[in-house]
């Protein structure tokens, strides 16, 4: 419980994850390190299975039965100040439940299946209210009303007796959104909020979110497979692979000096208006087996530029390439010469 | 949702006459009509039949007729309350069938209130402690209900209470009030004897509720929903309760529909062993001596009683899912 | 994430085994399942009691002996007041009379070590209706008699009796479950195929069938078979009743499987081809879900035994002189013959026996049948 000096409202170092299977033991996470600043964004971008999920459920302990953090910290700067490790907590405890959806909100990825079908929106929205603000039937229904209209549901006040069901994607993404600021929390973790919904749709539920974020100063983590998506949304990303941050930037060094080759290969599998044209290159393979994991760097096995023995036996450390700039990765390991332009 | 209703009880409709013509082949089953099974069964007692008599009986049913018009007058009968005469008991159907109906459904609701009663909170325990000692004691129990056939529940229960107990089990009614009229004695002493065949045809029903229960749980337990709930930071309990168990509850209500036939099934042979006054050994009697209007009355009634089951599992559907509702 | 690294653990075992055929991906994960397994095994071991039942049985099991009624069951023994004896025996059984009530009993007489005696010469018979003979798998010396489960009010043995019940109880069931598989097969194929006005007559028909009670239905039915009907006649006409509402389930799974299947790629390829639908549905649809299909005959059996039982113990199904265990349990009806001979109640335990390991049997190949 001490200040830790910076202005992180989340800072975790370390964070390992387990899956205890009947088949084996699966590790999701292998040390990832990263920090929401206060009333900042970041972004975590990677392909499915790299553990971006994993990392946002264990921030809010939503892990599964046979999951668990083994290693690591997760240090949050409460409301009053004071700063606690949430992996000291039991995933049940009281302490636990009002920092889940009281302080940190979350946000899924599909508005269909993510919302109760047997419950009204009123319902799912007051519930949070009556939660984590202590107020009265009377107030939650105004409370709920102005909540809607500043997601932009028109006849709010009619419609938040019906049931999801009776909603549009987009319409129940923003339900979602609404539900997920009621108690007011501080920080927002949206894991791939666009995925399910409409590409017309997609832009104005990013923009939503981008402009609640402003409006009520929340420090937002942003999950996504999809780089574009970051691209005018948060202010630091990190790049996931196989349950490693294998490179942070800020966003705009992420987009125009990538380091790592795998943000290279991901930037360079979005498809672009301009330029020549061809195909849309892509990262060859797949990401590895869970159970036999790749020895050394993780990616060497479908890396561009790998550079030998050395990342096939090392697995590479984390180091500063400039100020808020970290990458892991052995072409820029004490000889930065050996780095080659593509 | 008054639509939906409207449809579903103009559904039951043809279910209703469908039911009706099975009953009605089952009284034309044995061989020769009724009338002379009547006659020989008077004429070995000693009777004369007089020839007057016969005539109209042939008159009012028909008999002489084609089949399709001997069903007509049936029908049409059985819709004004005539359920024809029991040569067996000499007497007009529809007095005998009445209180061993009501009896049967008082049987059949006790059943299914106590196997859901029994059944939403082992499933539930079962779910949410999947792969536990209890779940699998609760299985193997579940498993050991669906095996035993009803009747030897019953056996034993009587062996036991007998044996260990000294009780001796069976009936509804003591046999102060077996022929007494209806009174609030008569009813409390009904209760006080209900419970034994309320726990034996409930129990086999109860293992199939238990893994209704159960598997539905546990695919509700698998969805999103569950883990926004939990996202909000409610506890454990208020989120199963709220979220995922009053989701499980609406493939559980309409289980009603198949579960009725099921323990209207179970009371019949159950009611004979414990021989009990409802309609099971009645019916039995008049399949064994041929009283087919009886036997026929009673098939009939019993898969209606089963028509307005489903008619109840689809009310109950409509309340619990608001999908349904909306329609 | 997590489902996603399961997925990968699934595709690196799909590789190791890529070349497995589906039945046997299905028999490996049968395998696996132990208690399924076991009482595969069960089944299999009282199947074959049931061919050789003329040589497990001691006695004729029509034989009455009228000293012996509702004699109690002898225990096999291996231990004596004289220590242990390598040879299993019984006790003789001893009758005396209740001075009060009048009522004989029997009670085992420690005294009287009847050594059981293998291989024993007895009744004679033809094993499997072919071979000749007079040897049975055990008896006592001389006069002596061995009942493991008891004896009736006509003094028969209980056990030899189990054992030739079994064979048309542990029979009837396949019996009507064959007969509810064509039917269901073929309205459940032609409701699924066709779709439209078929698959809804048809799909109501099989709502009304199933709404209705069974039992006062199977009752009804069964009743009117007349009394003098030979055994086999009567045997036949039971199953017919109980699948004329037992098809309904199999043609649900049918209906469900081949709804589904009927717009496969593999299928529309066949019609393109010119293959006839019925071809369509036999060679192509049914081979791909046959694993469901005996799964839920394998559930469905159970069903059909304890219809059986259950009207044969009303007495309106199989009558004497057949004998099934449920005519055996008909003798159990009362509650006074069940607190004098209560072993008249076994051939139920195995009644229940039978049924659990074919619920467990069904259940393992029902899982099994899913392999992806």
């Given amino acids: ?342 | 949702m008054f639509l939906y209703l409207v449809n579903r009880v103009l559904m039951i409709i043809p279910t209703l006459i469908v039911i009706s013509m099975i009953s009605f082949v089952i009284i034309q089953l044995p061989p020769g009509d009724y009338l002379t099974t009547y006659m020989a069964r008077l004429q070995q007692s000693g009777y004369t039949v007089d020839q007057s008599e016969i005539d109209s009986l042939n008159r009012r049913y028909g008999l002489d007729r084609p089949i399709h018009v001997q069903y007509y007058r049936w029908i049409t009968g059985v819709l004004r309350g005539d359920f024809g005469y029991s040569f067996d008991w000499q007497r007009p159907v529809n007095q005998l069938i009445w209180e061993r109906l009501a009896l049967t459904l008082a049987v059949t609701t006790a059943s299914l209130i106590f196997s859901w009663i029994l059944a939403f909170p082992i499933g539930v325990y079962s779910a949410v402690k999947q792969h536990s000692v209890g779940d699998y004691f609760f299985t193997f129990l579940g498993f050991l209900g669906l095996a035993t056939p009803n009747f030897m529940i019953a056996l034993l229960l009587m062996f036991v209470a007998h044996r260990y107990l000294g009780w001796s089990v069976g009936g509804l009614f003591s046999p102060e009030y077996m022929a007494a009229p209806w009174s609030m004695g008569k009813v409390v002493d009904l209760l006080k004897h209900l419970w034994i065949p309320m726990v034996v045809v409930g129990t086999a029903g109860t293992a199939g509720l238990i893994r209704v229960m159960r598997n539905n749980l546990l695919d509700e337990l698998s969805k999103p929903y569950v883990l926004t709930a939990k996202s909000k930071g409610l506890k454990e309990v208020t989120m199963l309760f709220k979220y995922p168990v009053r989701l499980a509850i609406i493939p559980f209500v309409s289980t009603v529909g198949w579960q009725l036939p099921n323990l209207i099934s179970g009371a019949t042979i159950v009611a004979v062993v414990l021989s009990l006054p409802t309609a099971g050994p009645l019916l039995l009697r008049a399949l064994l001596s041929q009283d087919m209007y009886l036997a026929g009355s009673f098939v009939l009634l019993l898969a209606s009683l089963t028509c307005i089951g489903t008619l109840i599992s689809d009310v109950l559907l409509a309340l619990v899912d608001p999908r349904i509702r909306y329609e | 994430m997590f489902k996603r690294s399961r997925d990968t653990g699934q595709d690196s075992q799909e590789s190791k085994i890529y070349y497995a055929s589906q039945s046997q991906l299905i028999w490996r994960k049968f395998i696996k399942h132990k208690l399924a397994v076991f009482s595969g095994l069960v089944i299999l071991f009282m199947y074959l009691v049931v061919i050789l039942a003329e040589f497990v049985a001691p006695y004729n099991p029509n034989q009455r002996n009228t000293y012996y009624r509702y004699a109690r069951p002898q225990v096999i023994r291996f231990w004596s007041e004289d220590g242990f004896h390598l040879r299993p025996f019984v006790y003789g059984l001893e009758r005396e009379m209740d001075p009060v009530t009048l009522r004989r009993s029997f009670h085992e007489d420690p005294n009287q070590i009847l050594p059981l005696r293998f291989f024993v010469r007895g009744y004679e018979y033809r094993l499997l209706g072919l071979i000749p003979t007079d040897r049975h798998l055990f008896g006592v010396d001389g006069d002596n008699v061995v009942y493991l489960f008891g004896s009736d009010d006509l003094g028969r043995c209980v056990f030899s009796r189990v054992v030739y019940g079994a064979r048309i109880s542990m029979t009837i069931g396949l019996v009507g479950v064959f007969l509810s598989f064509v039917l269901g097969l073929l309205f459940g194929g032609l409701s699924g195929y066709y779709g439209g006005v078929i698959d809804k007559l048809i799909g109501r028909t099989m709502e009304i069938l199933r709404s209705f009670p069974q039992i006062p239905l199977w009752m009804s039915l069964s009743a009117a078979l007349p009394d003098h009907w030979p055994i086999i006649r009567t045997y036949f006409a039971i199953t017919l009743i109980l699948s004329v509402i037992g098809w309904t389930d199999l043609a649900r799974v049918a209906r469900g499987k081949i709804y589904s299947l009927k717009n496969e790629d593999f299928v529309v390829a066949a019609r393109m081809a010119g293959t006839s639908e019925p071809r369509i549905i036999l060679e192509h649809l049914v081979p791909s879900f046959m694993s469901h299909i005996i799964a839920a005959i394998t559930l469905a059996i159970p069903g059909m035994i304890l219809a059986e039982t259950s009207l044969s113990f009303l007495g309106i199904g199989l009558r004497p002189p057949a004998i099934s265990w449920g005519v055996l349990l008909q003798a159990a009806q009362n509650i006074h013959t069940i607190v004098l001979a209560p072993w008249l109640m076994i051939p139920g335990v195995f009644v229940i026996i039978f049924v659990l390991a074919f619920n467990f049997l069904g259940d393992g190949l029902r899982n099994a049948a899913d392999p992806y």
Wanted: aromatic share 6%.
């Fill in chain 1, 1 to 342: 419980m001490t200040e830790n000096g910076s202005k992180n409202i989340i800072d975790v170092k370390d964070l390992q994850v387990s899956f205890f299977t009947d088949s084996g033991v699966v590790r999701a996470l292998n040390g990832v390190n990263f920090a929401i600043p206060q009333g900042k964004a970041i972004g975590v971008v990677g392909e499915s299975g790299c553990g971006k999920t994993v990392t946002s459920y264990a921030v809010l302990q939503l892990l599964a039965k046979t999951a668990k953090i083994t290693q690591g910290t997760i240090q949050f700067q409460k409301r009053d100040g004071t700063v606690v490790d949430l992996t000291q907590y039991k995933p049940g405890s009281n302490e636990m439940r009002r920092i889940r959806g009281g302080e940190i909100s979350m946000i899924f990825q599909e508005p269909m299946s993510s919302l109760s079908p047997v419950h009204t929106v009123y319902d799912q929205i007051a519930e949070n209210l009556f939660l984590h603000k202590g107020i009265n039937e009377k107030q939650a229904r105004e409370r709920t009303v102005e909540l809607l209209q500043l997601v932009g549901i028109p006849k709010a006040a009619e419609r938040m007796d019906e049931y999801t069901f009776q909603f549009s994607g987009g319409m129940r993404q923003r339900v979602m959104i609404a539900m997920a600021l009621a108690p007011e929390p501080r920080v927002l973790i949206a894991d791939e909020p666009t995925t399910a919904l409409d590409v017309t749709i997609q832009a104005q539920v990013l923009q939503l979110i981008k402009r609640m974020q402003e409006e009520f100063n929340l420090s937002l983590m942003l999950i996504t497979h999809d780089l574009g998506v970051v691209a005018h949304m948060v202010d630091q990303v990190y790049v996931m692979y196989r349950g490693r941050v294998v490179e942070d930037a800020p966003v705009m060094e992420v987009f125009y000096e990538p380091r790592h080759p795998y943000t290279r290969g991901l930037l360079n599998s979005i498809p672009k208006l301009r330029g020549p044209r061809g195909k849309v290159a892509s990262i060859p393979g797949t990401v590895p087996d869970s159970y036999n994991l790749p020895s050394g760097c993780l990616f060497h096995p479908r890396c561009s530029q790998y550079i030998g023995e050395v990342c096939r036996q090392n697995v590479p450390q984390t180091r500063a390439v400039s100020a808020n700039h970290r990458v892991s990765c052995f072409l820029y390991d004490e000889t930065p010469d050996v780095q080659k332009e593509v």
